[in-house]
């Protein structure tokens, strides 16, 4: 499924991928990181995963969920 965006996100974002990172980086900046951990350590895991996320076509579905 397409996940449509509403007025609001369409005038700030782009495309569904645009909005998504937003969301994730916005959710990451609340993190406190685990002892032994940066933030950064956990930017890098997450852009690793958002890339198969993207590469499976999925941004639309969890955008959906």
Known sequence: PKYEMNK???????NSE???????EKQLATLEPAEGFT???YF????K??????AG???DYFLIL
């Open 8 to 14: 609001d996100e369409a005038i700030v974002h782009s």
């Open 39 to 41: 933030s950064s350590d």
């Open 57 to 59: 076509g999925f941004i």
């Open 49 to 54: 995963e958002v890339e198969v996320i993207a």
């Open 18 to 24: 645009d909005l998504f990172w937003h969301i994730v």
């Open 44 to 47: 890098d895991r997450v852009e």
